[in-house]
Every structure is written in C-alpha cells, then in structure tokens.
C-alpha cells in the first residue's frame, strides 16, 4: 500500500469514529449531569489539559531516556546497563494508580500537575531507554569500526553513523511511551491534574454509561491520532534504504 494512502486512512477513520461519536451523542436526551459532562466547551478544555500533560511527560521522557540511553552505550558504562534498565522497569511494574497517589502522598508539597508529571515520565521511561540502547547495539560493529578508520571522531561516529542507524527502533520505543502516556494521563483525574479522565470518572461516579463511552472513546482517538502523527515522524526520520 503507497505510504500517502497508508497514512490517509488513519485519520478519516477516526474522524469517522468522532463524527459517529457526536452524530449517537446528540441523537440522545441528556439529563443535567450529561448535560455539564458533555458540554463542547469542556470536552475540548478536557482534551487540551490532556495533551498539555502528554506533551510534557513525553518531551521530558525523551530528555531523560535518550541522552541516558546513549550514555549506557559508551563503553565506560556499559556494565550498569542492566541495573539501570531493571530500575527503569520498576515504574512499569508498579500499578500506575498505586504510583501516582503514593507520589501525592510523598510529595504533598508539589502541585499535582507536578506530581502526575513525575509519576507519568517513571511508568513511560522505559520503552524509550531500552529501545534507545537496543538501537545503538545493533549497530554493525564493521560499519562503526570503518567510520574510525576513516578518521571520524567518536562524537562524529555517534551523530552520524550510530544515532541515524538507530532511529527506527529509537522512533518505535517513543511511539510505545506516546500511547501509553496518553492512556495513563487519564488517572490524573485522581489526583486533581484534569485531562479526559475527568470526563471519565464523571461517567463512572454517576452511572452515566454515555458520559463514560465520550471520554473512553476521545481517549482512544487521541492516541491513535497521536501515534498516526508519531508513525509520520517516524518515516520522515528513518535514514533511505531501512
């Protein structure tokens, strides 16, 4: 399939899904809750508190994870590789509503938009440190090797024989984090933060199963549009010929 097709169908399909989505939401009678739960206004407020948190979780995994990432390559540090990924992986073996009221709890001097930043980029983190150490390893070692005979600089190796080759598995850890960021963003409605999950838990707390599909499925549409746009990316920056 050619890629400008590829990359079309995501988008129609879910503006296919919203417009479906708005058209089953109108066609019903809402009582007062619904009514507040559903106005435009506060979706669109929900939405944007959503993307504003994911947002910053993301750019701040990206400048946690990928500098560390490359760092756990060079060969003074390859050793605490493992140690390092197996603490990683503590954020995404914890529940990630047990992490974010244990940080509220630890932290309750911090506003908690903070707070759900710093439990969020934890439970994220490791998808983009593995698959950025991952991608530096499968470098060929020949190639590499060549690039020093050549009379390239280590720093010139990395940025552009090592980092180039790497980006394709870079890219797919970022994507993974992306979605599960904006899945997890929805439990900063427990703390207070907003996003989605507002609208979400309003559904639930007051047994309004159509308050509850609108944020599940506004949800599930913004990280499928997300990871269209990341998917994009992703093929801009992959080098010609991978």
């Known amino acids: 399939m050619p890629v400008l097709l590829r990359h079309a169908l995501t988008p129609l399909g879910l503006g296919a899904v919203l417009l479906t989505l708005a058209l089953y939401v109108s066609a019903q009678s809402h009582d007062l809750i619904e009514q507040r739960s559903l106005n ?3 979706l669109v407020s ?3 508190k959503h993307l504003e948190l994911t947002g910053v979780v993301t750019a701040l995994i990206l400048l946690i994870a990928v500098p560390a990432g490359v760092l756990l390559t060079r060969r003074g540090a390859r050793h605490i590789a493992g140690p390092v990924l ?3 992986s503590i954020g ?3 529940p990630s509503l047990g992490l974010i009221v244990l940080l509220a709890v630890a932290f309750v001097s911090l506003g908690v938009d903070q707070i759900a930043v710093i439990a969020f980029v934890l439970y ?3 998808p983009v440190l593995r698959n950025t150490i991952v991608g530096l390893q499968q470098v060929d070692r020949s190639v590499i090797e060549s690039a020093f005979g050549m009379g390239m600089t280590r720093r010139a190796v990395l940025w552009r024989i090592e980092l180039p080759l790497a980006v394709p598995v870079m ?3 970022v994507r993974t984090a992306l979605v599960i960021t904006v899945g997890t963003v929805t439990l900063a409605t427990f ?3 907003g996003g989605l999950g507002d609208v979400i ?3 639930i707390s007051s047994s309004r199963d159509l308050v509850l599909v609108t944020g599940s499925v506004l949800v599930a549409v913004l990280a499928l549009a997300l990871d269209w746009l990341a998917g994009i990316a992703e093929d801009l920056l992959r080098p010609r010929g991978l």
């Open 40 to 42: 435009a206004e506060y």
């Open 46 to 48: 929900r939405t944007v």
């Open 86 to 88: 197996a603490l990683a």
């Open 92 to 94: 995404q073996a914890l």
């Open 124 to 126: 994220g983190i490791l």
């Open 171 to 173: 890219l797919a850890g």
């Open 191 to 193: 703390i207070g933060a």
């Open 201 to 203: 838990s309003n559904g």
